[in-house]
């Protein structure tokens, strides 16, 4: 019987599942992710982590719980301190392993290497070799399957830029046809925020899936390139060392340089550390120039669908009506 | 030109000490009031941490008073503060408030670096000179600590209650008062000679609670709400997991400094519980609880801003170190909206939970 190997549908899962799945797959594993969020597993990672977490971070407890409740041999957890060189994501994903163990009960075992390519991307050897070890494979044997991994996601990230959002790149890489360009949209917007909160439709009471309806095209920093992205976030005094961050921000600055869109919407997660710098930071850029209307939506467990609903419908107003009124 | 910078603590007699040397012009902020918080809480964005709306405040405030250029520590990740400066500056441009800005980061590799940003204020006085100012500035702040640290001894056993309180500040304008590294160590003396004839019981029995969690909480008593006054006015000797000097010396100097104390002690035992640092102090916040314990304290009680990030992933863990070293945990989040009678009921929950384990203690092993 193949190892069962569990990965939680939370935080990186946007940005990563492909590569991890075609990983542990080629190591001999068996992957298994956990449901789509629900009330109820959002309910569960409330009850197990602090009230003063940021929302992602209880949401991603209770994946976790998810899938100790799915009786899988192991859960995926790696500790995701740095992708990138003198950059980190955020100082709880340093920590999550530990958070997680220290407070859900009956976890199976985790695996919990940490990638850390802060110094530099060789470092990530080290993880694929102590991941290998877990599955009983030599070095060798390792970086094989991690070579095959990295392909999955190089495809991964092109159909990101081709425009893509996660869900429909990860459909297409299990052959499913490519959605089709939607023609009739009369608007372009841009929603920037964590992965974990705008592709998450639970969390974000579908932003996207909602503007969408209503008859716009979306665009995430996710379809820009890193180049595009450093290229916006150049502006900034000084380097953002968050690479979460730095995306977003890169790709608010960028969709405002390119001044293609119509409209850029900010999702913040409650409590979030990074977001309140961040969200700052785009919000003063872009309200100073004055030339791109901007809204910014804060979740957390209490937000209501309904007010959110009316923001959006009123900011579409809002974009349609300074396009025919310019 | 007129430097500036924000509060943190007793931070300002340092600084200030290192200005004057150097016959810099220095405008020191007011001290942090409800008047700083409100002004800083209206301005900064709703989810920052505590510390960078106090900053807002401060420099509001001192803008008043004709300061132009800001000096400020800064950081490479992953916690906030490294990226603090920057959103402060851009708040204050809309705000129309200018300042120049200067921000002294941590040394990546060498001390160099960092000496190399503060020649931006120091211009071209003579590095020696910059040397000794940055010698006596850390002089200064060790004065002030083991002071501090006094106080710590004292105010619990005090005969006439706000004794020490009043003798801490005398103590504390002594040796800001002192204006030259030659006139320091008398003012020293005078400062502990102070503070030493405040009336004690010295047999009085006292419980032993430690302090830790977010330096910036533990350092400035308006944003802990004077929590080492009212823990000692309670009985308590409090010992807190981060000095002033420490932090200089291992932050700023890089722990070049050998053999003083260092948060490196904390960092050697937050394993098991926390296996990574997290930025911050949140791996010296559980290191810390661990140590404590071991040394026998009553009790640790976690100080942290909203929001703060490295000390959410360290809140989380303590209650795991608590349970398995028996030492009770307790954790006050700050925030604009938190007020000192909340603070205190709880403090005096908690010091009661303390003593009644004690006396359980007591009865055990006599
Ligand atoms: S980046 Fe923000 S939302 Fe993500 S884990 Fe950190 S604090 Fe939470
Ligand atoms: S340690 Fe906490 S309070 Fe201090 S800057 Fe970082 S996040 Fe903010």
Redesign the pocket.
Known sequence: MPVRVGIPRA?LYYYYFPMWKKFLEQLGGEVVVSGRTTKGILTRGVQRCVDE?????KLAFGHVQDMVDKGVDYIFLPRMVSVARREY?????LGFPDMVKQNIPGLPPVIDTAVNMRKSSRDINQFIWQVGAVFGKSPLQSWLAYRQARQVHNRYIKLLEQGLLPEEAMQVLAGKEAPQADNNADLTLAVIG?P??IYDPFISMNIIGRLKKAGARVLTPDNLTEQMVNQGVSRLPKKLF?T??RRMTGGALEYQRQGKVDGIIHVA?F?????SMTGELIERYIRREGKIPFMSINLDEHTGEAGVITRLEAFLDMVRWRRTAG | MKVTFPHMGYMYVPLKAMFKYLDIDVVVPPPCSKRTLTLGAKNAPEFACLPLKLNIGNFLEVKEQGADTIMMAGGCGPCRFGYYAYVEHEILKDLAVDYHLVVLEPPEKHIGELLTRIRQITGNRPWIKVINAIRYGYLKARATDEIERMSYQIRPRELKAGATDRALKQAIDEIDRADSPGTLPAALNRAREIMQAVPVDKNRPVLKVAVIGEIYTLLEPFANQNIERHLGQMGVEVDRSIMLSEWINDHLFMGLLKNVRSSQRFRKVASPYLNHFVGGHGEETVGSAVWYARQGFDGAIQILPFTC?PEIVAQSILPRVSEDTGMPTMTLIMDEHSGEAGMITRLEAFVDLLHRKHEQKEALTS
Request: glycine share 4%; proline share 12%.
């Open positions: 935080l977490a940021c929302l992602p971070i994501i955020c100082p709880k994903f964590h974990y909160n968050w979460l961050s997660a409590a979030c550390g990074p977001d | 990030m």
